[in-house]
């Protein structure tokens, strides 16, 4: 027991690590985990807001000579990272209890009162020390319950930002609430500095820090109050985080300079620099409309119970115990939950969970101080309190396991090198689907060097002017003969990503133009092939063409363009995808895609007369991808 509350915090984070590590991927998974991963790897440009601290200390954990495929030492990180968050976060709340009155000078402690209540040396210490426990008690409490709520257990599972978003900001949180309690002028300016670092810290990261301003201003000013040696702090904080995040900040221009494989935004000069740490290409999905608003609150509303189930109920009581004993820290708390979820609320994106991480941290941090109002009753046996909590706590990881666990996930390595390995050496493949294997593309061609000779091209990124810069380097040969059509694209172009006013007629004119030209341009020294989200959506509403004389033909994933108009082979569909038993939506529509474009393959053999191929690729689908609905023209060969 000695050990256990000397080393509480510790063995805490070491606890939930373990627990993190059957739930770790061992690949990449949806969305942005292939390109992160190849961005540290590599040291390149990730998408905005760039991330250069997430990049440079993960470039650095990834030279570590390990005996681990790239990905999954990378994805280890994201647990060292969570795991560490819930040791600085059991670290915060203990500290905030044993300072309990420094939020609230009109109420004495708990452990104030029972001093005086009782005189005796034995009596005194047992008091001490039952006080002492019951703090250690609610902080691990609090701890676990963050630890493996739904969203943030995520989080430690692959390569994303945010594990290293939310370990920064608990240590904000840590350094505040410290500089908050300590009145010892010399250490008090000391602490406030070690915050005014680690904010920087957090906005090098992930520009959300910024949710917490509202709680950190309101904290400053009730310590202080506005005044001339509040005012100096505050400049000297201005000072050293300044510097900082400029420091971190110019690994992007620096890098971008070198030309990296992947130079997301090609950040060479200041105005590219702000585009991308702003995020301007995203801000379209801000305070969009009260629709979308709405959408995200019930959301948000709907998810708190998956999050932390019967907790939810301690975080209420401990909101109302805050509210009482330390009115201080309950504001703070509350603004902070607040900004966070009115700001989430009203972006409208489909992953916005994550946006959500500091409101669930506040939330915790309730159900910590809840357990604490609950132990300060009388008649409270601690024993049986512990057996509920615990019972609270196997509920809350036996319903969130599942939903968190990506220990079998292969489906987004054996998809992009299934789909990949389809096509002749040389290919061009035309797509955006980028949660799907365009991301993870970016990990195993150019980190494990897979099939780097295919050149992907993504759809939508082709409307923004640095990845012509990209692909030139990348892909020498492959635009040499858009030179001008790309220039012209490039002058349109530059009103709009400024934000003023643009032709959009004439953009979407000379985009168009291009798609056709890297057609027109390479199907003679290459073969090429397109996405069926290509051809079902642009090309069928006129918005891509192929050059004159060209089809489609359809292949094993894709769609291969040719100008022969009888019957073209395709490989037999004897390739391997690993689906998990408890899928997601992501997963669920590699299941969608690649079961209709076995479907069309096997539409074009009966087309051509070639039945009992068709049935290779009926059959396939009916044994790997039984949730495919077969369309009625192949309904007959399930018959026979």
């Known amino acids: 027991m000695n050990l256990f509350k000397k080393y509480y915090h510790i063995i805490t984070g070491i606890f939930v690590f373990l627990v993190y590590l059957f739930t770790l991927a061992p690949s990449v998974i949806q969305i942005d985990s292939g390109e992160l991963a190849a961005v540290q790897a590599t040291l390149g440009i990730a998408h905005p807001t760039g991330y250069p601290l997430y990049t440079l200390v993960g470039y650095l954990f990834s030279i570590l000579p390990l005996p681990f495929t790239k990905i999954f030492q990378l994805n280890i990180l994201a647990a060292i990272y969570c795991a560490i968050s819930v040791l600085v976060f059991v670290t915060t709340i203990k500290f905030t209890l044993d300072n309990w009155t420094s ?3 009109l109420v004495k402690s708990e452990t104030d009162k029972s001093k005086k209540q009782k005189k005796g040396k034995i009596e005194k210490e047992k008091i001490e020390s039952f006080l002492e426990l019951s703090k250690i ?20 599972t692959s390569v994303e930002v945010y594990s290293l978003h939310v370990l920064l900001i608990s240590i ?168 966070t979820v009115l700001y989430s609320i009203n972006y409208d994106i489909n992953d916005i969970d994550a946006y959500f991480l500091l409101a669930y941290i506040v939330l915790a941090f309730f159900a910590a101080i809840g357990v604490l109002s609950i132990i300060n009753r009388k008649n409270i046996s601690l024993k049986l309190l512990i057996s509920i909590l615990m019972l609270f706590l196997v509920i809350q990881v036996y319903l969130n396991f599942a939903k968190v666990n990506q220990s079998e996930v292969y489906t987004f390595e054996d998809y992009t090198k299934e ?38 091209i993504d759809k939508e990124l082709l409307r923004r002017s640095w990845y012509f810069n990209q692909l030139d380097n990348n892909n020498p040969d492959l635009l040499k003969n858009l030179r001008s059509d790309i220039d012209h694209f490039k002058t349109a172009l530059r009103p709009f990503e400024r934000n003023e006013t643009f032709n959009a007629n004439l953009l979407e004119s000379l985009f168009r133009k291009i798609m056709t030209g890297i057609v027109a341009e390479n199907i003679d020294q290459r073969d090429i092939y397109i996405a069926q989200e290509l051809y079902e959506n642009e090309m069928q509403r006129g918005e891509f063409s192929l050059p004159p004389g060209y089809t489609l033909a359809p292949d094993l994933f894709l769609l291969k363009v040719t100008k022969e ?76």
């Open 172 to 339: 904000i949180i840590f350094f505040l609430l410290k500089a908050f309690i300590i009145s010892t002028k010399e250490k008090e300016s000391k602490i406030w500095f070690y915050f005014a670092l680690v904010l920087a810290l957090g906005f090098t990261n992930h520009m959300t820090t910024l949710l917490i301003l509202p709680g950190i201003a309101y904290l400053y000013l009730a310590r202080y109050k506005p005044s001339s040696s509040s005012f100096k702090r505050i400049v000297l904080m201005i000072g050293i985080f300044i510097p900082v995040l400029i420091l971190i900040y110019s690994y992007l221009p620096i890098r971008a300079s070198q030309s990296p494989v992947l130079n997301w935004g090609n950040t060479i000069d200041l105005e590219r620099i702000l585009r991308h740490v702003s995020g301007k290409q995203y801000q379209v999905w801000l305070f969009s409309s009260t629709e979308a608003t709405k959408k995200q609150l019930v959301y948000f509303i709907e998810s708190l119970p998956g999050e932390f189930t019967f907790v939810l109920i301690l975080a209420v009581a401990g909101m109302i115990f805050s509210l009482i004993k330390a009115r201080r820290l309950f504001i703070f708390l509350l603004i902070t939950f607040l900004s």
């Open 565 to 640: 108009k009888n019957y073209i082979p395709a490989a037999d569909p004897n390739f391997t995808i690993r689906f998990p038993a408890n899928g997601n939506i992501y997963i669920d529509n590699i299941q969608k895609i690649v079961g209709a474009a076995l479907a069309r393959r096997a539409i074009y053999e009966m087309n051509f007369g070639m039945t009992d191929k068709a049935k290779l690729y009926v059959d396939k689908i009916i044994n790997e991808f039984p949730n495919y609905k077969l369309p009625p023209a192949l309904a007959q060969l399930v018959k026979n």
């Open 103 to 105: 939020f609230n000078k």
């Open 137 to 156: 008690i609610s902080a691990v409490f609090g701890g676990l319950v963050l630890a493996f709520s739904k969203t943030f257990w995520f989080q430690s």
């Open 419 to 456: 789909l990949i390995d389809s096509v002749p050496e040389n290919s061009i493949i035309m797509s955006y689907q980028w949660d799907y294997f365009i991301s993870a593309s970016y990990y195993y061609q150019h980190v494990e060097g897979y099939r780097n000779d295919v050149t992907i």
